[in-house]
């Protein structure tokens, strides 16, 4: 198999301190395969699992963005930065002796569920074809729209105050460090991000991701292949539906192929050799190809 030909996903152990962008240049030029993206990005803060998407599978990436996360979040209490994070200069500091652990978990409920919440200003979000970031940096003032999130669990697993370790499960898009400065502001002393770790991408987990430096070894070795995942795990939320020789033929020419009664939404279709051949999504009666999957 050619390098170029490489198919599936890798979840790796992204450190503290490169950005998202720069693991996937690294992986691009180890590689040498073209086609290499991320399902949902990580700033440089952060660590944890960071799903990367080879070849025709980056066509897979928004299905791994889309399912929920689990992160453990590291809070400082008593302190406000403009970046929501230790990335930007403290601008206040209050006093936390009158809190206790009570109190934290007494503020936690009201951050559960569907709820509005505001980005922070320093985020990759576009205004106008500009990052927020950009425009913070430039000293301009931008007024925010709430965006919906979700948060399914919210717990504390430790309170060192000021310090605060959380456990987050919650919807993509969730700002960690919104919660972070949110809950200081709850409690009336501000709040930071000081450290974040994802641990879970849907059904990509921390427990099974390659570290980064053991992955650039492996380039080095030309042993990596071994770490390729399929791609149907980016489906992992999907039923199975498995085609006779003439149905894959003809979803591999972009042709539907009749369901069966009671079949509804989207599914995973695999040819006869059990690989992965397409998604396709139940209308009117059969079966439609919305993404092709054909070997290189």
């Known amino acids: 198999m050619s390098r170029e030909s490489a198919y599936g996903l890798l979840n790796i152990h992204k450190p503290a301190g490169p950005t998202s962008h720069d693991i996937v240049e690294q992986v691009r030029r180890g590689t040498g395969i073209r086609k290499v993206g991320h399902a949902g990005t990580l700033d440089p803060l952060a660590s944890g699992v960071l799903v990367l998407c080879l070849g025709p599978a980056t066509r897979l990436s928004e299905y791994v963005m889309r399912s929920p996360k689990q992160y453990r979040a590291y809070i400082r209490l008593g302190i406000t930065t403009a970046s929501y994070d230790l990335e930007s200069e403290i601008i206040e500091r209050r006093p936390v002796a009158r809190l206790d652990a009570a109190d934290v978990e007494a503020a ?104 980064m430096a053991d992955f650039a070894t492996a380039l ?40 069966a009664e009671g079949d509804a939404g989207e599914a995973r279709a695999y040819g006869p050799d059990g690989r992965l051949l397409a998604l396709v999504r139940a209308a009117g009666g059969r079966w439609h190809p919305v993404k092709v999957f054909l070997p290189e």
């Open 220 to 259: 080095a070795s030309h042993t990596w292949r071994r770490y390729i995942l399929p791609p149907d795990m980016a489906l992992a939320d999907l039923p199975p539906l498995t085609l006779d020789a003439d149905g894959a033929a003809r979803v591999a020419h972009g042709n539907s192929v009749p369901a």
């Open 108 to 211: 936690l409920p009201a951050f559960v569920g569907d709820i509005d919440q505001f980005p922070p200003m320093h985020s990759a979000i576009q205004r106008n074809g500009r990052r927020l970031y950009d425009l913070a940096r430039a000293g301009e003032v931008v007024t925010l729209e709430p965006r919906p999130v979700t948060i399914y669990d919210l717990r504390l697993v430790e309170c060192n105050l000021p310090d605060l370790v959380l456990d987050v499960t919650c919807s993509p898009g969730t700002y960690i460090r919104s919660l972070a400065h949110d809950l200081g502001q709850r409690l009336g002393v501000g709040g930071a991000l000081t450290g974040l770790v994802r641990v879970a991408s849907g059904a990509f987990h921390i427990d099974q991701a390659i570290p």
